[in-house]
């Protein structure tokens, strides 16, 4: 199967620069109502996910950091608990339903490690269904 079908495109998806300040993470993940966002480095590419779970344990890790300080604080700089790993627009299907189980989308680049988008876990469960119906 083309995952192409799946594929929610970078230009839709909201995501982070890896330059960007735990505040400016912390407004967008605010504004967009996500648990977990992508983030790139300069160029496009692909760097790795920061989620709620990882700002959480950063503000434990540091009782003494105040909003303010947040704007100090660079996303690359909060260790990630957890790590989202990509897979190219060319991986077979049960890669993702494997994925899919432990994380609600996973990150896609190309072959130079550019990020292109993401797949839904949703939309792989959707999938997943669909053609068990037709069965």
């Known amino acids: 199967m083309n995952l192409i079908r799946l594929l929610t495109p970078k230009s839709t998806v ?3 620069n890896s330059d960007m300040t735990l505040r400016q993470a912390l407004e967008k993940m ?9 983030i790139l480095d300069d160029e496009g590419k692909y760097v790795g996910v920061l989620t ?4 959480l344990w950063e503000l434990k890790r540091n009782p003494h950091y105040s909003f303010l300080d947040t704007e100090d604080i660079r996303v690359m700089d ?4 957890w790590q989202y790993r990509p897979v190219a627009i060319t991986e077979a299907m049960d890669t ?8 609600s989308f996973i990150p ?6 550019y990020f292109i988008g993401i797949i ?7 999938y997943c269904y669909g053609r068990m119906s037709e069965e």
């Open 14 to 16: 909201a995501y982070l």
């Open 30 to 38: 605010e504004y967009h109502r996500y648990q977990a966002v992508p």
């Open 52 to 55: 709620e779970g990882d700002v």
């Open 78 to 81: 909060i260790p990630r608990y």
């Open 96 to 103: 993702l339903v494997q994925a899919a189980a432990v994380q």
């Open 108 to 113: 896609v680049v190309d072959d130079g490690g």
């Open 120 to 126: 839904k876990r949703s939309d792989i469960i959707n």
